[in-house]
């Protein structure tokens, strides 16, 4: 019996490495400037309980700190990797986690993900150390389901689409020919030409303006559906060329900006939830 546990486990294990291999490796959303962005908006926007309890788990770190924490494990731990993204087909209708949300196994994909890592963070019968790992990945999958090709199957999230940004082949961020999903990583950020923390004042402002409510209603599923949507709409519109060029980077950017100012906002609202204490 221990034997067949053994095999069984040592089965699961090489199973899921397996269908790891054939997740793209430049799947990554936003890079680090994005997913500091989006951050560096949720902690401005957390409850004093929230602020507390973040405080409590980080010590002296910042959530933007900790925002690309999931990236950087994903080699250590590949069993992780499928839960940056949901493979909805560009036909779907709606969300279904029996088709969207298998890679390799049900239930490993971000929204499923999301809603994990929020559930243990409210839980606070929990260990420190499980909710802080929680923490760190919520505050950087949310950013990943914001990140509209992270949401469509097509082409791997468009990792296998070559293009051509603004004329240029290669991607000087990793000196490898651009592909669509690494323009939308960290091509259109750059081109917003702002540093890192005028951008996240001119999200600030931008929310301000906003009704939070109208702006934090949803769930995962739903803010999957909005990316899905977003890359059928705007990043997957290309020109003939596949040169993405100023018309395009002129349409695509304020998608980007809205998706980044969402994502912080929501984040902020499920920290807020989760860490809520009516007798506080």
Known sequence: MTLKRSFSRRAAILLCLCATCLI?????????EGHRIIAAIAESRLQKHAAATVQELLGDDHLSSVATWADEIRKDRPETAPWHFVNIPRDGQGYDP???CMTP??????????????AILA??????????????FLTHLVGDVHQPLHCLRDHEGG????????????NP???????????????????AGLSEMDYIRMLNDWLER????EIQRGTAREWALESHQAA???????PADRNLGDPYVRASLPVVSGRLARAGARLAMLLNDAFWRPDK
């Open 173 to 191: 961020f990793n000196e490898k020919p651009w592909n669509l999903h690494a323009v939308w990583d960290v091509g259109l950020i750059q081109r």
């Open 232 to 238: 059928i709409t705007t990043a997957y519109d290309l």
């Open 98 to 100: 029996t088709r969207d």
């Open 210 to 213: 906003q009704s939070l409510e």
């Open 24 to 32: 793209p490796a430049e799947l990554f959303a936003w890079g680090q």
């Open 105 to 118: 196994r049900e239930g490993d994909c971000v929204v499923a993900a999301i809603e994990r890592f929020r």
């Open 123 to 136: 839980d606070r019968s929990r260990s420190r150390n499980n909710r802080l790992e929680a923490l760190k």
């Open 159 to 170: 990792t296998t689409l070559d293009v051509l940004f603004d004329g240029e082949r290669i």
